[in-house]
T-cell receptor
Framework: SQQGEEDPQALSIQEGENATMNCSYK?????LQWYRQNSGRGLVHLIL?????REKHSGRLRVTLDTSKKSSSLLITASRAADTASYFC????????????FGAGTILRVKS | EPEVTQTPSHQVTQMGQEVILRCVPI?????FYWYRQILGQKVEFLVS????????KSEIFDDQFSVERPDGSNFTLKIRSTKLEDSAMYFC?????????FGSGTQLSVL
């Protein structure tokens, strides 16, 4: 089964607007993380939310987690052109150690 | 800020040849990983390594693949006999806890 599926697959917004990306997963998790990838580069950790947390903030990022719906959302407020990247959620499954399973990602384009 | 470094950044090889992808994880990290990403697709887990042994591996990580930490600083991924479908970006990552730090990747092209 697929774990950590993001939607939308692609999102195009104007600078200054908010961007919301969603992630759904299928099994119980220890935590959920969001990573960012600029084209052709490695992934950069953005934020981690634990299974007993519901919301977390970091700068312009806001992450929510709903374990009953097995879903998470990443909100980027007041987007900038430099936020253009792919965003991935990654889940740390309860029954495994520290292996992260990544979703397919959302490609965000912020137009200036 | 410490970072994970990978070499080479690009590797072109002929089908059937052996390749070794190299990584220098962050020095105080304990867990090491290899992931790969075929162009336009998701980032796939290959293997995790802890305490000098493989802790977990995926179905992709078959007998053609091996990992080694030969000298306490480098972490290598060897593909013994490359296939066309091994063409991908290979990422090394290391961690001290749940947060992974990724290198910039090695783009492997198998011809």
């Amino acid at each position: 089964s697929q774990q950590g599926e993001e939607d939308p697959q692609a999102l195009s917004i104007q600078e200054g607007e908010n961007a919301t990306m969603n992630c759904s997963y299928k099994t119980s998790i220890n935590n959920l993380q969001w990573y960012r990838q600029n084209s052709g580069r490695g992934l950069v950790h953005l934020i981690l939310i634990r299974s007993n947390e519901r919301e977390k903030h970091s700068g312009r990022l806001r992450v929510t987690l709903d374990t009953s719906k097995k879903s998470s959302s990443l909100l980027i407020t007041a987007s900038r052109a430099a936020d253009t990247a792919s965003y991935f959620c990654a889940t740390d499954l309860e029954e495994y150690g520290n292996k992260l399973v990544f979703g397919a990602g959302t490609i965000l384009r912020v137009k200036s | 800020e410490p970072e994970v470094t990978q070499t080479p950044s690009h590797q072109v090889t002929q089908m059937g040849q052996e390749v070794i992808l190299r990584c220098v994880p962050i020095s105080n990290h304990l867990y090491f990983y290899w992931y790969r990403q075929i162009l336009g697709q998701k980032v796939e887990f290959l293997v995790s390594f802890y305490n000098n042994e493989i802790s977990e591996k995926s179905e992709i990580f078959d007998d053609q693949f091996s990992v080694e930490r030969p000298d306490g600083s480098n972490f290598t991924l060897k593909i013994r006999s490359t296939k066309l479908e091994d063409s991908a970006m290979y990422f090394c990552a290391s961690s001290l806890n749940e947060k992974l730090f990724f290198g910039s990747g090695t783009q492997l092209s198998v011809l």
